[in-house]
């Protein structure tokens, strides 16, 4: 049964981003001239590919959490394995901030790209500014980028220390900081979700056969107002970390 409900996703899962994929480039196409109407009309079919995704691996999302998230901000999460991808963007309107492998990938670099997802080459530090800069241009536009500032995937015993650099793009623009939890509730440790230890296929592969998989969204308060990234940084790691560890406690 597993590797027919496989075979039965990776079709849908085709079919599904070859169309989105296509969405992407008539996007690009209409909107050309107007940069800002661009990036509001990728973030709205992103969140909708994000829901699509989550449909065909059966990923039910529980959001919690009274913040109100404004346009424009800043969503900073922990970073567990490919999931979180699905389950922020469709949770979130907003564009990602990714790892420069994955636009080198073969056929993600096509989706990516057409979604204009930022990317972050971690061996070329003098890139860095440049990346702030597109955050802080996506931001202006009032429309949210969504970070994992941990900057690699975990297999959820913990949060790592948060990198505090593109937490400047928060600051130069004067938007809130928007901390939020991913929880998985498989039962699995480490998560069927994790993508650590293990190569990308295997994590896919376990992913497409696992019949349903719970996670829980939690949104926390923001921070707006700091001046100092690393302090920005600390704060929205303590906050995220206090409550997620105090979680896996109960």
């Not at 346009?71 to 420069?100: E, Q, R, Y």
């Not at 949210?144 to 650099?165: C, H, M, N, R, Y």
Request: aromatic share 12%.
């Amino acid at each position: 049964m597993g590797y027919l409900l496989t075979v039965i996703r990776i079709i849908g899962i085709v079919l599904t981003y070859i169309i989105f994929g296509l969405m992407g480039l008539g996007l690009f196409l209409i909107f050309f001239s107007s940069r800002e109407s661009h990036y509001r009309s990728i973030v709205f079919f992103t969140r909708l590919w994000a829901q699509c995704s989550c449909f065909l691996l059966n990923i039910k999302i529980r959001r919690t959490g009274s913040e109100e998230i404004s346009s424009g901000s800043l969503i900073v999460a922990n970073h567990v394995g490919t999931p979180d991808i699905f389950v922020m963007g469709s949770s979130f309107p907003a564009f990602f901030v990714s790892k420069a492998e994955i636009g080198r990938w073969p056929f993600m670099s096509w989706l990516t790209r057409l979604g204009a997802t930022i990317f972050v080459d971690r061996n070329r530090k003098q890139q860095v500014r440049a990346t702030i800069n597109q955050i802080c241009h996506r931001m202006n536009a009032q429309c949210s980028v969504i970070l994992f500032p941990e900057a690699q995937a975990t297999d959820g015993t913990d949060i790592l220390p948060f990198k505090s650099s593109h937490f400047e793009a928060a600051v130069q623009t004067g938007q809130p900081v928007v901390p939020v939890i991913i929880r998985y509730h498989d039962k699995n440790f480490p998560s069927i979700a994790c993508w650590y230890n293990i190569n990308f296929l295997t994590h896919i592969f376990r992913l497409l056969k696992y019949p349903r998989l719970d996670v829980t969204v939690e949104v926390l308060p923001s921070f707006s107002g700091e001046s100092d990234r690393r302090i920005l940084a600390r704060n929205c790691h303590e906050a995220i970390r206090e409550k997620y560890l105090a979680s896996i406690d109960k």
